[in-house]
């Protein structure tokens, strides 16, 4: 199992940008798919990207499309993920996650979770 562990959220403003990272751990990683989620309180977790750790294949829902990026530093076994052009939606706390093997969009799929950031955007 990994060990995940999230910085970088905050408080923005519509149309800034963030940068989330997540410090991942463990063995074995390259058989893992990992990424991130988000929740907001009362709501089932919403999938929001992830990315192969080994093949670097890349899942956005839709609501990511073209204003987030996710990324892998596998050599400091770092994941990342920049918002660009926030807006008052993207108001969650992002957990970062991580499933062997494949993606999924249902969170109850993923077996490790960090302890989450939250990101607001408020104006």
């Known amino acids: 199992q990994v060990q995940l562990v999230e910085s970088g959220g905050g408080s923005v403003h519509p149309g800034d940008g963030l940068r989330l990272s997540c410090a991942v751990s463990?063995?074995?990683?390259?058989?893992?798919?990992m990424g991130w989620f988000r929740q907001i309180p009362g709501k089932e977790p919403e999938f929001v990207s992830t990315?192969?750790?080994?093949?670097?294949?890349?899942n956005y829902a839709d609501s990511a499309k073209g204003r987030f990026t996710i990324f892998r530093d596998n050599a400091e076994n770092i994941l990342y993920l920049y918002m660009n052009s926030l807006k008052l939606e993207d108001t969650a706390v992002y957990y970062c996650v991580a499933r062997l093997y494949s993606s999924s969009y249902n969170s109850h799929e993923y077996h490790s979770w960090g302890q989450g950031t939250q990101v607001t955007v408020s104006s």
């Open positions: 463990g063995r074995f990683l390259s058989s893992y798919v």
């Open positions: 990315i192969n750790w080994d093949t670097g294949v890349i």
